[in-house]
Structures are given as structure tokens and as C-alpha cells.
């Protein structure tokens, strides 16, 4: 290679300078062009541009934005600063698979990913997830699978992609790629991204639309699939407490896909309750497992409808809508129809299956997994109607009995948690058992029990509990979502 060899792009950045960058985003008379914030991030990367002249470009952007464009082109750039996925291999097969994922913006007991992934991909479609681990209040999907025995998260790009297409045995009897794999992103997916968090961690520019948007969406870029669904949430359990906050960043985020080149859509939901039934990694697990094999028998499957019906309900909604991107469905209904089918026929627990296989999990714990050492019952004061469980408040006692971590350092426990044995919506007497806690740490369980105790709300009439699911966005529109869809399967 020649490296004495000046190239087009050389030609159009010779002339920038970090000082100059900083001072165009802070004037904001004109947007950054592409090559202008390629640029930056290079360099910044090289060490040309240093941490605090990246600072104080990170607040240039808090206080005047970013255009679509810039937002977009910002991503891509944190993209390219490291691996991107290499989907080469792909062409040995005979038809390439459509390619689709899903991210969450997090919640309290959002377990989702652990049901979603193997039900689309049990329809043929690839399903490269790549997600990450609880911090604070809610939980992470990548602790969740390291509860199971051997399960192992830290994979290359390139063996990333081998893992996909695995071969298994399809239903016609011939061989098909497993086609799902949940890992955690190596070192060197997006370090741009990893070095500007640290900064922004600590100088209060995380609250940046434009900011938070290309963080979350470089990585899942970085997987380079054909289609995203977004799950962005609102309420006392998420980042954003409003409705209208998550719909601008669902919007952000559905332009930056989509000027990225990838089809993406997003669903509005509320997190101000626990998802499903329990929270704590473990437990979490084990109620997926639940879902996926409820087709085992009818008194399962009644069974976590009542527990779960949450739960179910959003990953239908996003599992179904995934289908139709993906070309496996029509309509939203019918994407939703076909996923409540595999869930109840056993096939997405036998892709969820072959998922724990391959990547080195052990699924013969599932009957006799230890349980946390110590444990406490949380019974009623009163009597009446539940009308909400605080998502917020149950996702800092997680992190208090030990399933969450206040800081990246910390390990979790995998066994401690909260099981909650009633729902929003049902009516207790005084003296019913509410929730079980469970935990490595007895000198906390006394606390817990209170603070669990407080998180319920009650009313005396039965009050009608409010939408799960608010809104479907495209790129085009912003829908009210109708709940007869769900109702109706």
C-alpha cells in the first residue's frame, strides 16, 4: 500500500483542525458535514484529538443539537471506528436470510430479548443480537443468560457470524441455520462510542438527544442488519419518565436507521410496572422458560398468561412486527397470530434450545437450580385493588438484594431477585402473599421487605389499567397503537 498516496477524503479534511470543529458546532451557523465529523472521530481515536477538546464538543452538541444528518453521520462514524460485522458467509447459503434485531431502550424486569430472538428466528430469519449488561435500576440481558450454567457472551464479529449459521435441523428435515445468537459487544465494536460515554458520563451531557441516539443505535448498526424494531420506553422504570421524550428519541433513532440504510420501526411503551413476573436474572430466565414451553399443557399455558400477560403481549407486538419487516408476514395481526403459534407449539423453545447449545450453555439446571440462601415473604397490610407495582423502586431493591450493580466493576448475583406472586389489576385481602424475595445478603431482607411492601399502590374500586403498548412509529408516521390487535389473537 502506497501511504504516500494522498486520497479524495485527505483532500477534503486537510484543512481541519479540532479547534476548527469545535468552534463550527458551537457557533452552530451551518451543520458538520459528514467528513467533518469522520474526521473528528479519527482522530480522536489516534489521540490527535484530545479528551478535552472532545468534552467540549460533546457540549456544543448538548446545548445546539445535531441535525438528522449529523446524527447519522455521527453514528456511522462510531460504526467505523472499530469491527463491523462481515455477513460474507452468508453467501454459501442458498437463499441470504433476511437479517433483523431488536433493542430496547431497558426497563424493570424487561426480559424480552430472551423470548424474542429464538421465536423470529424459528420463522427463518437471522437474528444477530448483540446486548448488554444491567447498570443501576434495570437489568441487562447478558446477565441474564450467564445464569445459566457455561453460556458464554464474548464472541469475535467473525465467529459472531459462524454461531448464526450453525447448522440445525429444519423442520422439512433438511439442515438451516440456527440463526439466532445473543452476545455481548467486544472491546472492538464501537470503542469511539466507549471512550465518548466515559466523557459524557462525567461532564453531564448524557441527556443528549442527538448523543444518546447515536450510542444507541452505533452498535446495533454495527451488526449491519437489513431491519430494526425499537422497544422505547416511558414511565417510573425508564430513562425517559415522559411520553413525549421517548417519542423524540424514537423518532431520532428511526431516522438515524434509516439514513444508515436499514429499515427501522419503534413501538411507545410504559414501564411504570415490573414486566412479568419477576426480576433477577435467574428468575427472569426461568420465567422465559415458562413462556416458551406454556404449550406443554393447558394449566401452563393459563398460567402465564396470568403472570406473564405483559410480558407475552410486547413480545408479540415486537416479534410480530419483526415478521413483517422481514417479509415472513403481511400485517402486524398476522405476524402476531404466527408468533403466539410457535410460542405454544414448542418450536421457539427448541430454537431457544439450540441457541443455549451452541454457545456453550447447560440447560439440565433448569429442575434444580440452586436457590438464593436466603428468602422472604412479603405479605399485604391491606385490602383492595392493585393498581400498580413501582418499577423504579423494585429495580433499586434488585440492585440492594444483589441481581443489579450500581457500578460496571460489579458482579451480580445470579439467584437473588423478587418474585412477585399477584399482578396490577387483581385484588388482595389483608394477609396475602404478595412477592418472595431472595438474596445472598440477610442483612438486607428486612429493608427489602418494606421497601417491596411500599412499592405496591391499591384502591378500594377496580380501576382500568392503562395501555402497555401507545404507539407504532415509522419513518413516515406516528401511530396510536390499537390494542385490538393483541386482544383479538
Given at each position: 500500500?502506497?501511504?504516500?498516496?494522498?486520497?479524495?477524503?485527505?483532500?477534503?479534511?486537510?484543512?481541519?483542525?479540532?479547534?476548527?470543529?469545535?468552534?463550527?458546532?458551537?457557533?452552530?451557523?451551518?451543520?458538520?458535514?459528514?467528513?467533518?465529523?469522520?474526521?473528528?472521530?479519527?482522530?480522536?481515536?489516534?489521540?490527535n484529538?484530545?479528551?478535552?477538546?472532545?468534552?467540549?464538543?460533546?457540549?456544543?452538541?448538548?446545548?445546539?443539537?445535531?441535525?438528522?444528518?449529523?446524527?447519522?453521520?455521527?453514528?456511522?462514524?462510531?460504526?467505523?471506528?472499530?469491527?463491523?460485522?462481515?455477513?460474507?458467509?452468508?453467501?454459501?447459503?442458498?437463499?441470504?436470510?433476511?437479517?433483523?434485531?431488536?433493542?430496547?431502550?431497558?426497563?424493570?424486569?424487561?426480559?424480552?430479548?430472551?423470548?424474542?430472538?429464538?421465536?423470529?428466528?424459528?420463522f427463518?430469519?437471522?437474528?444477530?443480537?448483540?446486548?448488554?449488561?444491567?447498570?443501576?435500576h434495570?437489568?441487562?440481558?447478558?446477565?441474564?443468560?450467564?445464569?445459566?450454567?457455561?453460556?458464554?457472551?464474548?464472541?469475535?464479529?467473525?465467529?459472531?457470524?459462524?454461531?448464526?449459521?450453525?447448522?440445525?435441523?429444519g423442520?422439512?428435515?433438511?439442515?438451516?441455520?440456527?440463526?439466532?445468537?445473543?452476545?455481548?459487544?467486544?472491546?472492538?465494536?464501537?470503542?469511539a462510542?466507549?471512550?465518548?460515554?466515559?466523557?459524557?458520563?462525567?461532564?453531564g451531557?448524557?441527556?443528549?438527544?442527538?448523543?444518546?441516539t447515536?450510542?444507541?443505535?452505533?452498535?446495533?448498526?454495527?451488526?449491519?442488519?437489513?431491519?430494526?424494531?425499537?422497544?422505547?420506553?416511558?414511565?417510573?422504570?425508564?430513562?425517559?419518565?415522559?411520553?413525549?421524550?421517548?417519542?423524540e428519541?424514537?423518532?431520532?433513532?428511526?431516522?438515524?436507521?434509516?439514513?444508515?440504510?436499514?429499515?427501522?420501526?419503534?413501538?411507545?411503551?410504559?414501564?411504570?410496572?415490573?414486566?412479568?413476573?419477576?426480576?433477577?436474572?435467574?428468575?427472569?430466565?426461568?420465567?422465559?422458560?415458562?413462556?416458551?414451553?406454556?404449550?406443554?399443557?393447558?394449566?401452563?399455558?393459563?398460567?402465564?398468561?396470568?403472570?406473564s400477560?405483559?410480558?407475552?403481549?410486547?413480545?408479540?407486538?415486537?416479534?410480530?412486527?419483526?415478521?413483517?419487516?422481514?417479509?415472513?408476514?403481511?400485517?402486524?395481526?398476522?405476524?402476531?397470530?404466527?408468533c403466539?403459534?410457535?410460542?405454544?407449539?414448542?418450536?421457539?423453545?427448541?430454537?431457544?434450545?439450540?441457541?443455549?447449545?451452541?454457545?456453550?450453555?447447560?440447560?439440565?439446571?433448569?429442575?434444580?437450580?440452586?436457590d438464593?440462601?436466603?428468602?422472604?415473604?412479603?405479605?399485604?397490610?391491606?385490602?383492595?385493588?392493585?393498581?400498580?407495582?413501582?418499577?423504579?423502586?423494585?429495580?433499586?431493591?434488585?440492585?440492594l438484594?444483589?441481581?443489579?450493580?450500581?457500578?460496571?466493576?460489579?458482579s451480580?448475583?445470579f439467584?437473588?431477585?423478587?418474585?412477585?406472586?399477584?399482578?396490577?389489576?387483581?385484588?388482595?385481602?389483608?394477609?396475602?402473599?404478595l412477592?418472595?424475595?431472595?438474596?445472598?445478603?440477610?442483612?438486607?431482607?428486612?429493608?427489602?421487605?418494606?421497601?417491596?411492601?411500599?412499592?405496591?399502590?391499591?384502591?378500594?374500586?377496580?380501576?382500568?389499567?392503562?395501555?402497555?403498548?401507545?404507539?407504532?412509529?415509522?419513518?413516515?408516521?406516528?401511530?396510536?397503537?390499537?390494542?385490538?390487535?393483541?386482544?383479538?389473537?
Open positions: 500500500m502506497d501511504t504516500n498516496k494522498v486520497t479524495e477524503a485527505d483532500c477534503h479534511t486537510a484543512h481541519l483542525t479540532p479547534q476548527l470543529i469545535i468552534s463550527k458546532k458551537r457557533q452552530n451557523d451551518e451543520p458538520h458535514t459528514a467528513a467533518e465529523i469522520s474526521w473528528f472521530i479519527q482522530q480522536f481515536m489516534k489521540g484529538v484530545k479528551d478535552y477538546q472532545m468534552t467540549a464538543w460533546l457540549m456544543a452538541i448538548c446545548l445546539n443539537g445535531m441535525t438528522n444528518q449529523e446524527t447519522a453521520a455521527l453514528t456511522e462514524a462510531m460504526v467505523q471506528s472499530g469491527e463491523v460485522m462481515d455477513w460474507s458467509l452468508c453467501e454459501s447459503l442458498p437463499a441470504i436470510p433476511h437479517k433483523v434485531d431488536k433493542h430496547s431502550t431497558g426497563g424493570v424486569g424487561d426480559k424480552v430479548s430472551l423470548i424474542l430472538a429464538p421465536l423470529v428466528a424459528s427463518g430469519l437471522l437474528v444477530p443480537m448483540m446486548a448488554g449488561r444491567g447498570l443501576g434495570t437489568g441487562g440481558t447478558i446477565d441474564k443468560l450467564e445464569a445459566i450454567p457455561g453460556y458464554r457472551t464474548q464472541y469475535s464479529a467473525k465467529d459472531f457470524a459462524e454461531l448464526l449459521l450453525t447448522e440445525t435441523n423442520e422439512s428435515g433438511g439442515k438451516e441455520p440456527v440463526g439466532v445468537a445473543i452476545v455481548s459487544p467486544s472491546q472492538d465494536i464501537c470503542p462510542d466507549k471512550r465518548m460515554y466515559a466523557l459524557r458520563d462525567v461532564t451531557t448524557v441527556r443528549s438527544l442527538a448523543l444518546q447515536s450510542s444507541i443505535m452505533s452498535k446495533k448498526i454495527a451488526e449491519r442488519p437489513d431491519s430494526l424494531v425499537l422497544d422505547v420506553k416511558f414511565g417510573k422504570g425508564s430513562f425517559n419518565s415522559s411520553i413525549e421524550e421517548s417519542i428519541l424514537a423518532k431520532s433513532m428511526i431516522q438515524t436507521g434509516e439514513l444508515c440504510g436499514i429499515r427501522t420501526t419503534a413501538f411507545i411503551t410504559r414501564m411504570d410496572n415490573v414486566l412479568g413476573y419477576t426480576v433477577g436474572n435467574w428468575l427472569e430466565v426461568r420465567e422465559c422458560i415458562e413462556i416458551m414451553r406454556m404449550g406443554e399443557s393447558a394449566s401452563l399455558t393459563t398460567l402465564c398468561w396470568q403472570r400477560e405483559d410480558l407475552i403481549e410486547v413480545t408479540l407486538a415486537l416479534a410480530g412486527q419483526m415478521l413483517v419487516q422481514g417479509g415472513k408476514a403481511t400485517t402486524l395481526k398476522q405476524g402476531i397470530t404466527m403466539k403459534e410457535h410460542l405454544l407449539n414448542g418450536k421457539a423453545w427448541k430454537r431457544f434450545k439450540e441457541m443455549v447449545r451452541i454457545q456453550g450453555g447447560d440447560l439440565t439446571c433448569v429442575e434444580n437450580y440452586p438464593a440462601k436466603y428468602s422472604a415473604r412479603v405479605y399485604s397490610t391491606q385490602s383492595g385493588w392493585i393498581t400498580s407495582i413501582d418499577s423504579m423502586e423494585i429495580g433499586l431493591i434488585g440492585v438484594l444483589g441481581a443489579g450493580r450500581q457500578t460496571v466493576e460489579e451480580v448475583d439467584c437473588s431477585g423478587v418474585e412477585f406472586h399477584v399482578r396490577p389489576g387483581m385484588h388482595v385481602h389483608h394477609g396475602d402473599h412477592a418472595t424475595i431472595h438474596t445472598e445478603r440477610s442483612a438486607i431482607l428486612e429493608n427489602a421487605v418494606r421497601r417491596v411492601r411500599s412499592a405496591f399502590t391499591f384502591s378500594t374500586e377496580r380501576e382500568k389499567l392503562p395501555l402497555l403498548v401507545t404507539h407504532f412509529l415509522t419513518k413516515e408516521s406516528i401511530e396510536h397503537f390499537d390494542d385490538n390487535v393483541l386482544r383479538q389473537i
